[in-house]
């Protein structure tokens, strides 16, 4: 125990003086929120890939695979299928666009685009994102609490408590490009966690004549069905609730659309591309056979909280320093997840709202110390999320992606895709998405049909709606004017 905890602390510390060493270079607002577009393409597609990926993948869905079984697999698919959509047909789309409006976050993205209303779109779109991803980040503390119970016994408010330091401490110093470095060591850390334990965990599965097959059989009627033994309508429903995650893919993920706004032609686009593809079929293909490598291994009902199987099966299987450096892994993934958001709710608030929305002229200087300190603040109120809340990593992260992605997703389909989509049209997008995600989430409808799919579809209709009854007048010459 004592080697694992000493992987942990080195870990840690090689990741908070690669941010302390990457400060030196964020100099500038853009470079704070957005590397100044230096970065080359690969590392953005690893930081793309780990922060999409958080402990909801290592915990959260590792542990509804075994309480579900095959069908969870159709979670995978529709996130995979809206990676790949998002990478080959929005990626090289952002950079262009956002270039021509020289935006430096999503928000500042449709505020240039749609000048006539630029002032409350800003103030929309940072309520939307600061109010979702603050949960975001609070469930990846709680997912830090849970492993470091899990490994160590320690009490949960300590591991929330030591993973806000560390999270916050990686932002803070060197802000995008800190992050994005330190993303990349942490999704090959990742991927040595999701490829190396399913395969020993075959192996101990062969070697012990265990059976995948017939303990999926033994766990329940609908564990072995790819469907979940459902037909009909409830097929239906069971195929949209999971593979809705697909939605949320689809450009409206600020964190995530950041990595591709930060590229810097179309060659790094590509190459971005391929590894960012290539990263999510190990990564997922992994995540899903450690799922089902449990349900072999464990009985249903032996865990009291199924989104510690990863960091227990890390511990069974794996010698100290294996083990040390595995659930580093997921540590990784809650950090790279975490620190990406904050710099998110921090461009929100001290980009889009206090320095554009409220019009306050500052300095480069003064603007990144006041991303700096809206980080620390963000970071805090994270933490009390993360102590107060006893929902799922699973829900949590699942509501977030609805109420952001989802909602903003169309907002930005239709932005790239439909000329007559007006100023109007956004707010209505927004709001509509917004308030459509806190109702349904509110209310037994969640239990039938998630609000991943009906947040996307809400919003699109919403939008499209009031562009038609709304339309902008002289479009083009506004926007060109907001530019310059």
Sequence with gaps: MQTILVMFLVYCIIMILIGAYFSKTSKTQSDFLLGGKKLPGWALAFSERATGESAWLLLGYTGFVFATGLSGIWVAAGIASGIIFSWLFLAKRFMQETDKQDALTLTDFLANRFGQRAKLIR??????????????????????????LTTFDMPTYIGVIVSMVVIVLIAFTGGFISVVWTDVIQSIMMLVTLVGLPIIALIYIFTNDLSITQSLHTAGSTY???????TGFSLGVLFFNNFSWFFGFLGGQPQLSSRFMALKNEK????????????????????FLIGICAIAIYDQGSFSDVETILPTMILQFMPPWAAGILLAGVLAAIISTA??????????????????????????KQLVMVSRLSVLVFGLIGMTIALVSESLLYLIVSWAWAGVG???????LMTFFWKKYSS????????????????????????????????FFIALIFGVVFSLLFPDNNAEEVNMEKVM
């Design 406 to 412: 989802c909602t903003l997703s169309p907002a930005i």
């Design 339 to 364: 620190n990406s958001q904050l710099l998110v709710v921090t461009a929100a608030v001290s980009e889009d709202i206090i320095h554009k929305a409220l019009g306050i002229q500052m300095t480069e």
């Design 224 to 230: 072995s069905s790819w469907f979940g033994g459902l």
């Design 424 to 455: 109007v049209g956004v707010i209505a997008t927004i709001l509509s998405g917004l308030f459509g995600t806190i109702l349904w989430i509110s209310t037994p409808l969640e239990s039938m049909i998630t609000s991943l799919f009906t947040t």
């Design 123 to 148: 103030w929309l779109c940072g309520i939307l994102i600061g109010g979702f991803l603050m949960f975001y980040v609070g469930a990846q503390m709680a997912g830090a609490g849970k492993m470091l």
């Design 268 to 287: 790094e686009a590509k190459q971005g591309s391929v590894v960012a593809i290539i990263w999510t079929f190990l990564a997922y293909g992994g995540a």
